[in-house]
């Protein structure tokens, strides 16, 4: 059965790091690009990452570049974001799904998991 479970989300104060975890199953890392999405309230879902299933090449969203880091560990099928530097604007519930690019889903895909909330506030 598909299944991503988010991790790792939490409140920090701005300037702080946080590292959010996507863990899969039904799906392998082999073959299927990942990215991470966020949505804050009152705002659509937006994406933020992406990591690509063979080459391992990452995209970001202009508004986390230089900040977020995203890397996948395919024995654990296990993909992650190393934010840092956060900014109040970051705060959302973030996700992670199937991905043709950043902010996009594969088409139809509607498995998604609960999220890990993320807030940044002093």
């Known amino acids: 059965q598909l299944q991503f479970v988010e991790s790792g989300g939490g409140l920090v104060q701005p300037g702080g790091s946080l590292r959010l975890s996507c863990a899969v199953s039904?799906?392998?890392?082999?073959?299927?690009?990942i990215g991470w999405f966020r949505q804050a309230p009152g705002k659509e879902r937006e994406g933020v990452s992406l990591?690509?299933?063979?080459?391992?090449?990452?995209n970001y969203a202009d508004s986390v570049r230089g900040r977020f880091t995203i890397s996948r560990d395919n024995a654990k099928n296990t993909v992650y974001l190393q934010m840092n530097s956060l900014k109040p604007e970051d705060t959302a519930v973030y996700y992670c799904?199937?991905?043709?690019?950043?902010?996009?889903?594969?088409?139809?895909?509607?498995?998604w998991g609960q999220g890990t909330q993320v807030t940044v506030s002093s």
């Open positions: 799904a199937p991905a043709v690019r950043v902010g996009v889903p594969w088409p139809g895909f509607g498995s």
């Open positions: 039904g799906y392998s890392l082999d073959y299927y690009s």
């Open positions: 990591i690509s299933s063979r080459s391992g090449s990452t």
